[in-house]
C-alpha cells in the first residue's frame, strides 16, 4: 500500500474520485480550478506553490500519511497543458506525471489514441462531463446567457451583434467528441452531458461523435503502475521540462 498525494484539474474530479475511492493505495487528493493553464503562468504558479507547501509539511489542503511515512510520490492530474507542468520540481517527493499532451489523453487511455484522433480530425471541440460541469459550452444556455449579460449594458441590436460575433470561433472547427467512459454508463449525470452535447452540437451545426474512454491511465497513475513508457517519474530535486518527442516530456 502507497500513500500518495495527488493535484488534479477539476475537469477530471468525477474520474480520479472514483478510482481514488477504489485504489488500495491512500490517495490524499487536491483539486485545483478548471481552466486555470488558460491563464498564462497561473495554473504553473498554483501547482508549484502547492508541491512547496507539501514539501514543507504545511499544506492546509493535504492530510499528511501517519508515523512521519513519506508520501510515496506527487501525482499530477494533468498533462504538458500548455506547458504549464514545465519546470515543477520537488524538493522531497517524486513527482509522477502522465505522459499526455493535455487532459484529453487521460480520459482516451493513451497519448497514442490521442495522437490518432487528433491527426484523424484535427477540428475538434472536446467534451466529458467534468467540462459541462465545469464551463459554458456553444448552445442555447450559452446564448442566452451572454444575451441577459449584454443586455444590461448595450442596446438589443448591438448585443445580438456582440452575442453573434462571440460566437464566431466556433466555426473554426469541424465536430463536437464526447469521451464516455464506460464505468459511468446509465449514471444521471453521464446522459445528462450526452443530452447537453446533443444540443450544443445541434445549435452549432456540427456533427457530434461518441467516443469510448479508457479509464486505464487514470487507474495506472493511481495504483502506482507507472511504466515508462506512459508515465515519467521525476526524482526530487529535479525538474520537468518537455521533450519535444513522443515522451512528451523529461527532467
Request: glycine share 8%.
Amino acid at each position: 500500500m502507497l500513500y500518495l498525494k495527488a493535484l488534479v484539474c477539476k475537469a477530471l474530479f468525477r474520474e480520479f474520485s472514483l478510482f481514488a475511492a477504489l485504489s488500495d493505495n491512500v490517495i490524499d487528493i487536491s483539486f485545483f480550478e478548471y481552466g486555470l493553464h488558460n491563464k498564462v503562468g497561473a495554473l504553473k504558479e498554483v501547482l508549484q506553490d502547492e508541491i512547496n507547501r507539501i514539501d514543507s509539511g504545511d499544506d492546509l489542503h493535504t492530510s499528511y500519511p501517519p508515523y512521519d511515512i513519506p508520501f510515496a510520490g506527487i501525482l499530477i492530474g494533468y498533462g504538458l497543458c500548455s506547458n504549464a507542468v514545465e519546470g515543477l520540481s520537488s524538493k522531497h517527493y517524486p513527482l509522477v506525471i502522465p505522459r499526455a499532451h493535455d487532459c484529453i489523453t487521460l480520459l482516451l487511455g493513451s497519448k497514442e489514441r490521442y495522437d490518432a484522433l487528433f491527426k484523424e480530425t484535427p477540428g475538434t471541440y472536446w467534451l466529458s462531463p467534468g467540462w459541462v460541469e465545469s464551463e459554458k459550452i456553444p448552445g442555447a444556455k450559452e446564448h442566452e446567457f451572454y444575451i441577459n449579460r449584454y443586455l444590461g449594458k448595450y442596446d438589443e441590436e448591438l448585443t445580438m451583434t456582440m452575442v453573434e460575433m462571440s460566437e464566431e470561433w466556433i466555426k473554426n472547427y469541424t465536430r463536437f467528441a464526447l469521451i464516455e467512459w464506460p464505468e459511468f454508463e446509465g449514471k444521471e449525470f453521464a446522459q445528462a452531458t450526452k443530452a447537453l452535447a446533443e444540443e450544443s452540437a445541434q445549435y452549432s451545426d456540427l456533427r457530434l461523435d461518441l467516443l469510448n474512454g479508457n479509464s486505464g491511465l487514470v487507474q495506472d497513475l493511481l495504483s502506482g503502475n507507472w511504466d515508462e513508457e506512459r508515465f515519467l517519474v521525476v526524482p526530487p530535486g529535479q525538474t520537468v521540462k518537455p521533450s519535444f518527442d513522443t515522451g512528451v516530456i523529461t527532467y
